[in-house]
């Protein structure tokens, strides 16, 4: 949970609205391997590929379809994703981890509670079978496969009855599932269907050389196991982290770590002690209507030791790391001190997730996505959640309640994979969100051909997913005005992130010839950098060329609802960091302003209940970067 003018704070820092569905699923829609192999090297992915499986018997289909859900066709430059996982078939090493001293490190007491966190090699594993180095395996994409293709073939062996290879590309299901490194069998079970659906579909993409990779659409229905086993890593009290039971969490799949009301809840303990949460009786006293989604900046026991100490002020409802084990921290009915925004609090879930919101190339693995995505689903269903990038937000989409608590936090930053990320979720039946169509809408998409980061883990200006903002209808025009630093690619000053909708009011060819699309909206400039705090977060609604790659954005269609502010006898709007009564006084939660006539799209609302128990209706606006509220009246749909 990451604030610009905090990057110090990282060992600490604790962090979605989930992306407009319904538009992103239209954007997307037997040898044992030698201990003696030679290290072969292609010429070419799709040689990769086949060469893997004539070594290992493993189908080329499968290989396919693992090395684009797990990396992309990328090979992240060699850098190991967030779980220690190296290549696009994410071959992993992880240390056996002593829990209690990640929490000691963290929290500064006495542990008195050990337990082990289990070792995962199938990276020096496969290097052992094939006769190579773990380095090649890290940086040689054909190594990578083999490797990958290698640990397949072993699983397959190990899970089959007569200790044979399958011979129907169906009967790799279970295989695929212990592929997965889940501790928990639900989790190993939706990756296994994620990867025979991606086989099922087929794609097309590229790898890191440009190279075209095609996986053609396969007739296929796995056989389901009926007793999988996982490599549980919490399954009784002795492997528990401290503070965590074998008691039921709320949500089945979780570890119950939820934390003592009497020592936590604001509620109960005396003015003078620290706190970190506060209990309610959810839904029935207070709607929830969002998820927030956030990245921890370090690991799962780091966060949970955090939020284990009632000094630190902070708290969630769920932590997800990177082996799909999920923890519940808070009762959902509690109120979380999780989003930098009280009124977020009081009405949303909190789920933060091992990672980094900085460095793209620590990317999040495909088990911690489809943990996160079937906890997602879940909310959704138990509360009615809408099903777009709205309601199930960006911590970094949150704003600041006041001009003096901005700016709010940035993450899970710009390499979270929302397209990837809402399709997991769809996937789990979920509603499906309405669809508005209008002539100036603009929802934006990852970019085209998009990888991850670029060669050597380093990030290149589109390779992610936060989109920037100029003066004028060209990228050399410059930058809109800003207070943050734009070396920083976690700096939301300047730019907007996929799966939102905006209004344009013009639409241009870039002028320096990039082959962009120039789309002119209305958006909040931080203009007075050189103001004295807290003045320099105030925003002034000014017109600004929106910088899209070709193919990454869908116009005529988005979520929400086109509006132009309108208050009469006036000629700006207030603008406000977050839906309160009258009687809370508007004026101290203005954080900017925007001329009358000015257009937005609105996506979310809210309804305030005023002292003399009449209701105030408030709508959400996509200000800039971040959402931003004003009241219903004072808007005139357009």
Known sequence: MKTPASSEQKATRLHIVLPLCALLLLAMLGLQPSGHA?????????????QASQESGVPVELLKALCQME????????IPSVGEGYGCMNLVHTETTDGCKVMIENRGDACTHHFTRRQIDTLGHSAQLLGVSSDQIKSDFATNIRAGAAILHEQAIAHSSTHTLPTQLSD???????????????????????????????????????ETITLAPQSVTPKHTTNLSVNASATSSSTLPAGCTTAKAEYAPAINCIIDQATHDCN??????????????????????????HDIEGSALAALATFQDASSAVSTHYIVDTDGTVYQVLRNEDIGYQAGNYWYNQHSIGIEHTGFDATGYQWYNATEYLASAKLVAYLINQYHIPFNHDYIVSHGTIPSPTLGTSPNHVDPGPYWLWEY???????????????????????????????????????????????????GPS??????????????????????????????SDRKLDEAGTGKIMYKIWYGELDQPD?????????????AWLAVPAGSAIEGIGSGNVVSLNQQGASVAPIYGRPLTQAAGYQKDQIGEAPIGALFVSAASATITEDDGTHTQWSEINFNHRQAWVPTSEVTKA
């Not at 292609?42 to 086949?50: K, L, M, R, V, Y």
């Not at 109960?268 to 989604?293: G, K």
């Not at 390779?463 to 003066?471: A, K, M």
């Open 421 to 471: 990320y809402g399709k997991l979720i769809a996937q789990q039946h979920v509603p499906l969100p309405p669809v508005s169509r209008h002539a100036g809408l603009v929802t934006l998409l990852p970019p085209t051909g998009r990888k991850p980061f670029g060669p050597n883990g380093t990030e290149t200006q589109d390779n992610f997913n936060f989109f920037s903002l100029y003066t």
């Open 531 to 543: 103001a004295t705090p807290p003045n320099n977060q105030y925003a002034h609604a000014k017109q």
């Open 71 to 78: 990396g992309h066709l990328s090979m992240h430059g060699g």
């Open 38 to 50: 030679t290290a072969a090297s292609s010429s070419t992915a799709e040689q990769a590929f086949t």
């Open 475 to 504: 990228t050399t025009s410059g930058l809109i005005p800003h207070t943050g630093n734009t070396s920083d690619i976690t700096d939301e000053t300047t730019n907007v992130e996929t799966a939102i909708s905006y209004y344009y």
């Open 172 to 210: 790799w299901y279970d295989a695929v599932a212990a592929y997965s490194n889940a501790t928990v069998p639900a989790t190993a079970t939706m990756y296994a269907d994620a990867v025979f659906k991606l086989i099922q579909s087929g794609f097309t993409a590229t790898t890191d050389s440009g």
């Open 268 to 293: 109960t303990v005396a003015s003078d002690q620290p706190c970190n949460y506060e209990s309610a009786n959810r839904p029935q006293d207070l709607d929830i209507s969002r998820i927030v989604i």
